[in-house]
Structures are given as C-alpha cells and as structure tokens.
C-alpha cells in the first residue's frame, strides 16, 4: 500500500467500522489526564488567583457578555469539572459528561484570556469532538449498565478526526517555526535553555549556543513530520518512541504545565488496536472483571453520513484556515500578535514589555499616571504589557474607572470627565534590545478593540 | 549506510570539539555562586552595618534625649544620615527576613504624616506597628524630628515644650523599634535563611534569583517613581509636588537617592564577586557587539552622575530647575526598561506560577 493510499484509507473512508478499543482507550486517557489537569489547577490555588484574585477580566473579542461567576460558583464548576472527568474516564452518562466537561472548560478559558494556553484550546477542541464520538460503547459503564448499546467498532471519522486534531497541532507547530527567530537566531531557545545551566552534567550543555540551534532545528523538523511517521503502521512505535523523548525533555526543561502530557496522552490514539486491546485487558483485570461480552447482534448505525460529512468538513476547513489569518494584516505577527492566537505557536516568543498608563483630561489637560500594579495582577500586567488587545481593553477599562472622578495628591485635585487614556510602552522581543512599543501621543480609549489593523502600534525595527 | 553514519559522527565530534573549546572562553557562570557571593559578600555585610549603625543611631539618640543641645543635635543628625544611608544600601533585598518583618514599609514609607505623628506625641500613647501609623515612623519621622524647624525650634520643643518628654519618648521609641525590628532579619541571614537563600538557585517565582531580580527592579521603580518623579510632577502631568520628596524636612533627598543608586548597583555587579552582571554576559551570544550588562552599568554612572548633579533640596530644584530632574527621570526610565525588559527577558527568571507555553 502507498503512502498515499494509506492516508486516503485512514482519513478519506470515513465511514467504514473499526475496533473500538481505540476509542475506549482515548477515551480513559483523556479523561484522566484532564482530571490530573483539573484538580492540578485547584490546588495549585490558580482558581483563586487567576480567576477571584484579579479585579478586571481581559476578555475575549466577542465574548465580554459572559456573566463572571462568583469564587462560590468557580468552585462549584470546578468540582463539576472533575465530576465530568470521572464521568468521561468511566464512560459513565458519557455524553453529558462530555458536553459538561466542554462547556463548563470553554467557559472558564473564556473568562480571561491572560491565561490563554494553546493547549487549552487543544483541550476544548478535542472534547467538542469527544461529545460527538461513541467513546463509550465500549468498556464503559454505559455499556454496563445498559444506558447505551455495546459495539466492537465504531465508524472511522470518529478516530480519524482525532488523529486528524493531533496532526493540525503538530503540523502548524512546525509551519510557525520557519522562521528567522527560530531556524537563524535560535531565539527563544537560546535564553530558555540557558535557565537549566545549573543542572549537574547536562547544564554546561544545555548553555551551549549550538545545542539551542539543535534544539530549534530538531523541533521544527519533529513538528512538521512527526504526525506522518505516527501514520505509518511501520514507523510508528519508533515515531512514539521520539514522542515520549521530545516531549518528556521539553518537561523537564521548561515551565510548560501539562501540555507536553497532553501530547503524549493524544498521540496514543495513532497506536495499534492491538495496544489498546491489551491495555483495556490491563484495566479489566485491574478492576477484576473479564471484559464485557459483546452481543452479536449487529448495530444498524442510524445513516448521518451525509450530517457527519458537512458538520467536519466545515470544522477541518476551519482548522485549517484559521491558523493563516494573520495574513491578512501588515507588519511582524510576533510584534503586532494580530492572528496569533489559536494558531499553535508555541514556544515561539520571548517577550517582556514596560508600560506606563496616563489619564489626560482633554480639557484641563491635567494628567496622572496610574501603577499598572494598582488594577492588574502580577501576570495580567505582564501579559498585558505586550499585547495590542489587552492593551486596548486595559486603557479602555481605566477610561471607566477613572470616568468622573478626583484624584488627591497632597492638597492637589485633579478630576477626570471624560479621561483620554494614553500609554507609553517598551516591549522587547526575542532578544533584541527593547523598543518603543506604544507612543504616547494616542488616545487608546478612542480606539475600538477589533481586528482591524493596530496602526497605532510603533514599526518594529529588526 | 554504515560509512555515512561513521562520517557524520566524525562531524558532529568535530563540530562539537570546535565549539566547547570556544565555549570554554566564556567565564563560568552559575547561579548558585552568584547567590553565595550576593548573600555573604554583599547583603549580610550590608545588613551587618546597617545593623550596627542602628545600634549606634539608639544611643545617640538616647544621649541627645538625656542632654538635647547643640552638640548631641548635631550628632544624633549625622548618625541619622548615615543610618539611613546604610539603609539605602539595602532597601532592595525586601525579601526574606525582611519582608517577613516589613522592614521596608516600617523604614521608609514617604512622606510622613507630621500631624500624626504631633498627634502620636501629644497623646503620648501609640501603637506604632498599626498600620495607620506606617507613616508617623522610620526614617521619614526622623527626619521631620530632627530637622522640622531651625535648631533652637528643635531644641526647644525637646526641653522646654511641655510635651518636650513625650517628645523625647517618641523619638526613642522610634529608634527603638527600627532597632528591635532588624535584628532578627540579620539574625535570620546569619543564621539558616542564608542556606535556604544560596540553595533555592533555580529560575522559578520562589527562586532566590526572581526575589533579587523582582525586588531590584521594583526598587529601582521606586527611585524613579517616588523619589524623582512624583515630587517633580512625573505622575501628575507636570504639576509638581515638592513635599514629596524623600527626607524633605533635612533636604538630603538626592544625597539619599544616590546611596539608593550605589546600593542597586552592587546589587546588579555583586561587588567584586559574581553578579547579574556576570550572568548576563553568560547568557549572552559571543558575538553580541555591546554587552546588555554595560549598556546597563553605563546607564547606571549616567543616573548616579545626574542625580549627583542636582541641587539639594530636591524640593526647590524640582521647580527652580526642572529641566534637570526631568532628564534625570528620563535617564532612570531608560535604566528601568533596561531592568524590566531586557534584563529580565533574557535570565528567563519567572515572576509568577502559571503554566507558559511561550505565546
């Protein structure tokens, strides 16, 4: 079979029935480690600080009419998160703890995008897929229990997909780093890998200049090809093999949480069903129970190919499109991030910015300087400092605030109407001595936050 | 196959022998050194001196309440200045110890409530630990006692004045609590923190490398903010603020700011030993052209030589020659970003806990 052929067989026939195991294993997987994910968010306290601590929420375009829970209702959606967890490990009500465990994840991410990872956008994606497959007509309590039809296989698009999400990662990954920062310069690497120098035997290593331009070169080949060697039934334990070294290493490198055990995790679904038979016999004897006897009636599917067909072909055409939006505007993506979200670049950016804040009344002229400290947290005001949008809804948020209000200084007044909010900020960006980002002269609180182009950001000098 | 393999091996050797020993140019560097050398040879010596001067600054103050006259005046004032200098020296290690007991608040929080601290004294009971009293202490209240008026002003409020003794209370007591309130921090450096600051060498928040980095920017923050700008109308749109300035009633304001300056950058060198300076160049490609270190130690001589140059009182320079002070503060924002930016975007030292995948 060609390599061709073989792609065609696994992603182009759609319909055509395989072992479910696959899918029950993905399943079990997923649901675990989003589980550890979860509960790894709440202890580490970030429910607190990341969404009860900060009294502004920079929000996403088009998502500022979300209601803000309360901490009470945070945490009561955090134990319900975990409780779709179990659900999903389970395959226990599968379907609504799926589409619970997208919902209430989704909007939690929506709340505030200082912390936006793409791997949570992986997460959120990947569990819009999991409401729609049969994960738990299999090895499921579902099955047990009798709530759904127990079936040995299931229709190909529903690990087909998976495997195709995995590869869309993967992919862009490796598209977003030709380029110079990455390939020529080995920027961020070179800084990154420098933390690590006190490591006993690999830290003079790792400080080396020639080992950044390694790890850059290997990692965007890795990235693009990858997902191609996992396909072939061939390569792939070797492929998997370079999976677990590359991602375990950029674990114990860098502060990246969980994503690299997302990968991990996801890449298992390119394995055998040989692998995932013997894995579910694994578990089954782990909770001393043979393996459900399946019936040997046959599952008449109910016909949705035609359903099944637009509704992914829309959300592949999707996935596709939206990493390449940032074509459509001028300038350096990593200096003006305009299509940069949601575009699976990762590590690519070592970006640290200064910013100072004036409210100016237009008819006084009288002026104030706001600490950026006094209505951001910590991390909001460095994220903040070097994106065009968080600045925009920052001096928007300040320009109602500070709306009809007096300030004392001493035995000074100075009152705002109507404050134009202005900022002068100096960003610097993988290595390069810091430049001006944002010159005073604009009044940000006139500016709209949309995806038009942000003129109003200083030329990017190499 | 085989030949090929052979080959490229040969290569990469190669590759690799040509540039360790390249490499090996560059002067070692390691965080934990830098540390060790930061904690025994810049920060417990400066604790240790402060230490000792607050020690000297109690019994002058002691001597001066017993017999308040010109003499023990005049030498309270320059224990004070130099007491607060050594102070300057080390306002920036606010981490620890240090920012276990609040020193920096309790030290020098500016400017100070002069009526409350009248209040405090004619009251002649206080709690000066509360907060509402965080600025009738520390320096500050030192500075407003000893120079609020002209020498017989002062002398006679200490001995003739009615609430003379209260005021004379008030001012040990201030002296007192500085003094009770630092010894455990230099007790603490001398002691286990000291292990427990040189071993935390790794990059992340509660790493000794992100206290040092973080608070070292935030106080060179301060100087440009408090010290500089506010009273020069930095923050209020050119209105100037002259009473708030540091140390306004003994007019040492840039005197101060200097020490401040002195003090940041060993903080950055550390002295002749290793410092971020030293980790900068490190971290650095060889074939950088200007190291960001010096621009960094250069931008350094420019703020101290300028902030040298004002006039003391800052207070009436502030108006009398604002060209000056504003160009200072320009100098210390370009120090700043430098900090802020460049520095820190090239240590990769994290300032806070969430999970980064660099975006």
Redesign the interface.
């Known amino acids: 079979m060609t390599a061709i052929s073989r792609i065609q067989k696994t992603f182009f026939d759609w319909h055509r029935e395989v072992p479910a195991a696959s899918l029950a294993v993905y399943r079990i997987f997923f649901g675990g480690l989003m589980l550890f994910s979860t509960v790894r968010f709440w202890l580490?306290g970030?429910v607190r600080?990341?969404y009860i601590e900060p009294e502004f929420h920079f929000s996403y375009l088009g998502f500022d009419w979300i209601p803000y829970p309360n901490a009470g209702v945070l945490y009561f959606m955090f134990a319900i998160l975990v409780l779709a967890c179990l659900g999903i490990i389970f395959g226990f009500f599968y379907r609504t703890a799926a589409l619970t465990f997208l919902v209430l994840f989704t909007y939690v991410e929506l709340l505030d995008k200082t912390?936006?990872?793409?791997?949570y956008y992986f997460v959120s994606l990947v569990a819009l897929l999991m409401v729609f497959v049969p994960a738990n007509r299999y090895f499921s309590l579902d099955v047990y229990f009798g709530f759904a039809p127990a079936q040995k296989t299931v229709p190909n698009w529903s690990i087909a997909l998976l495997k195709f999400q995995m590869g869309i990662v993967y992919v862009f990954a490796g598209i977003a780093k030709l380029e110079s920062d990455w390939l020529l310069d080995a920027q961020?690497l070179?800084?990154?890998l420098?933390?690590a120098?006190?490591w006993p035997l690999f830290g003079d290593l790792l400080?080396?200049?020639?080992i950044a331009y390694f790890f850059s070169w290997f990692g965007c080949i890795y990235d693009l090809f990858i997902v191609f060697f996992l396909l072939n039934a061939r390569t792939r334990n070797v492929a998997y093999f370079f999976v677990i070294v590359f991602h375990f290493t950029t674990w114990m490198l860098?502060?990246?949480?969980?994503?690299p055990w997302v990968m991990m995790v996801g890449t298992t679904i390119f394995l055998s069903v040989q692998f995932h038979e013997r894995i579910l016999k694994l578990l089954g004897t782990l909770f001393k129970r043979s393996r459900q006897p399946v019936p040997a009636t046959y599952f008449v599917r109910p016909n949705f190919r035609k359903q099944v067909n637009w509704m992914f072909g829309i959300f592949i055409a999707f996935q596709v499109l939206v990493p390449f939006r940032y074509l459509l505007y001028p300038g350096n993506l990593f200096w003006t991030e305009q299509g940069?979200?949601f575009s699976w670049?990762?590590?690519?950016?070592?970006?640290?910015?200064?910013a100072e804040f004036?409210l100016?009344d237009p008819q006084t002229?009288?002026?104030?300087?706001v600490?950026t400290k006094k209505h951001l947290t910590?991390?909001q005001e460095?994220m903040m400092c070097t994106q065009p949008d968080m600045i925009l809804q920052y001096a928007h948020y300040l320009q109602t605030v500070y709306s009809d209000t007096t300030l004392y200084?001493?035995d000074?007044t100075?009152t705002f109407n109507d404050p134009e909010v202005h900022a002068e900020i100096?960003?610097?960006l993988n290595?390069r001595?810091?430049q001006l980002y944002v010159a005073k002269k604009h009044n940000l609180a006139a500016i709209p936050n949309d995806l038009s182009n942000r003129y109003w950001l200083e030329d990017f000098k190499e | 196959m085989k030949k090929y393999t052979r080959q490229t091996f040969l290569i990469l050797s190669t590759a690799a022998l040509i540039v360790s020993c390249k490499e090996d140019e560059k002067p070692e560097f390691d965080r934990k050194a830098m540390l060790t050398n930061m904690a025994s040879a810049v920060i417990i010596p400066a604790y240790t001196t402060l230490n000792s001067s607050l020690g000297t600054l109690y019994t002058k103050a002691t001597d001066f309440t017993a017999s308040p006259n010109t003499i023990t005046l005049a030498d309270l004032r320059a224990q004070y200045i130099q007491t607060n200098k050594n102070y300057q020296r080390c306002a920036m290690y606010n981490f620890g110890p240090a920012m276990d007991y609040g020193i920096k608040i309790a030290f020098n929080t500016f400017p100070s409530d002069t009526a409350k601290i009248e209040a405090n004294i004619t009251a002649g009971t206080y709690t000066l630990g509360a907060v509402s009293n965080t600025t009738a202490i520390g320096f500050p209240a030192l500075d407003y006692l000893l120079y609020f008026g002209t020498d017989t002003d002062i002398l006679t409020k200490f001995t003739t004045d009615p609430e003379a003794a209260n005021r004379k209370t008030y001012l040990t007591d201030l002296v007192s609590k500085m003094k009770t309130e630092f010894q455990p921090v230099i007790d603490q450096w001398n002691g286990s923190y000291q292990t427990t600051f040189i071993n935390a060498d790794g990059n992340d928040v509660a790493s000794s490398c992100s206290y040092l980095l973080n608070e070292f920017v935030q106080d060179i923050e301060l100087v440009k903010n408090a010290k500089i700008g506010i009273p020069s109308g930095q923050q209020t749109g050119g209105a100037t603020m002259p009473t708030y300035v540091e140390a306004y009633y003994s007019g040492l304001s840039t005197t101060f700011a200097y020490e401040s300056l002195l003090g940041l950058e060993t903080c950055f060198t550390g002295g002749s030993g290793s410092g971020f300076d030293d980790y900068i160049r490190d971290v650095e490609s060889d074939d950088v052209t200007t190291s960001l270190a010096d621009n960094i130690l250069t931008q350094f001589g420019v703020c101290k030589t300028k902030t040298d140059a004002l006039a003391d009182p800052l207070s009436t320079t502030v108006n009398a020659d604002f060209a000056s002070v504003n160009d200072l503060y320009l100098e210390l924002k370009k120090l700043l970003v430098y900090c802020k930016t460049d520095m820190t975007s090239m240590l990769g030292i994290l300032i806070t806990y969430q999970d980064n995948d660099g975006d």
């Open positions: 580490n970030w600080d990341f912390t936006y990872l793409n791997h961020p070179k800084f990154w420098h933390t120098h006190h400080k080396q200049d020639w860098f502060p990246i949480g969980v994503f940069f979200r670049r990762v590590m690519l950016m070592e970006k640290s910015g200064y004036y100016v002229k009288t002026e104030w300087n600490p910590r991390l460095k200084l001493g000074k100075f100096y960003v610097t290595g001595p810091s």
